[in-house]
């Protein structure tokens, strides 16, 4: 393995499209709760609008020679963004100030993982963060069925809040203050 760690600008989120179609397909297999509801995400619906929605965006790949095997895609965004149609994420008169940070995608390729790769990618996004004082709410939100990741964030001190949708989707959160 010879891993690269490159900051992706916005305008080379293609780069992510083929790992962001495999990880909505990983949560599909993983999910027991409404699987179909995957169907209809790709990198052009979950993706594509959530980077044009965001103030900031921050995506990191990681190369091994010239094969993208991993990225992360956290942003900040407006709170009003988790209340839509598909659903009400949180109770938006829980959060304080104006924005949200949201640890949106996450996925490391099979081969990949239990090396520290996530846990690097991790701590970039929580490093970024910190350079917004005034975003105090952190959200990372996991489907059904993917206990691997629910573990993974709960070590890294996030703690489950609620469930959504009946259950589809757990809502971890975090808060600055200690
Ligand atoms: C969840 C996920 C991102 C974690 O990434 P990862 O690279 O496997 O995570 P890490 O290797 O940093 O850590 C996992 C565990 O591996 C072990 N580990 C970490 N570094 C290690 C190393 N150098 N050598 C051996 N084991 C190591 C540790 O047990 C670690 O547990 P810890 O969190 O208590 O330290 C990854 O499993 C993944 O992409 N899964 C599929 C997609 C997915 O579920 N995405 C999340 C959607 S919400």
């Given amino acids: 393995m010879n891993l690269n760690y490159e900051i992706l600008p916005e305008d080379k989120i293609e780069y992510c499209r083929d790992l962001c179609n495999e990880?909505?397909?990983?949560?599909?297999?993983?999910?027991?709760?409404?699987?179909?509801?995957?169907?209809?995400?790709?990198?052009?619906?979950?993706?594509?609008?959530?980077?044009?929605?965001?103030?900031?965006?921050?995506?990191?790949?990681?190369?091994?020679?010239?094969?993208?095997?991993?990225?992360?895609?956290?942003?900040?965004?407006?709170?009003?963004?988790y209340s839509i149609d598909f659903a009400t994420f949180f109770d938006l008169s829980t959060v304080n100030r104006k924005n949200v940070w949201c640890l949106s995608q996450f996925y490391i390729k099979d081969g990949y993982r239990q090396y520290g790769v996530g846990s690097k990618l991790f701590d970039m996004s929580m490093n970024w963060l910190s350079e917004f004082e005034d975003v105090e709410d952190y959200f990372i939100y996991v489907s059904n069925g993917n206990t691997n990741a629910l573990d993974f964030y709960k070590r890294k001190g996030f703690k489950v809040s609620h469930d959504i949708l009946d259950g589809f989707i757990t809502v971890l959160r975090k808060s600055a203050m200690k």
């Avoid at 044009?52 to 993208?68: R, S, T």
Wanted: aromatic residues 12%; without cysteine; negative net charge.
């Fill in 23 to 81: 990880l909505m397909a990983f949560q599909k297999s993983k999910a027991y709760i409404k699987p179909e509801l995957f169907d209809s995400m790709n990198f052009e619906t979950r993706m594509i609008p959530s980077v044009k929605a965001a103030l900031h965006n921050y995506i990191v790949v990681v190369k091994d020679d010239e094969e993208i095997v991993a990225y992360v895609y956290s942003n900040i965004s407006p709170k009003e963004t």
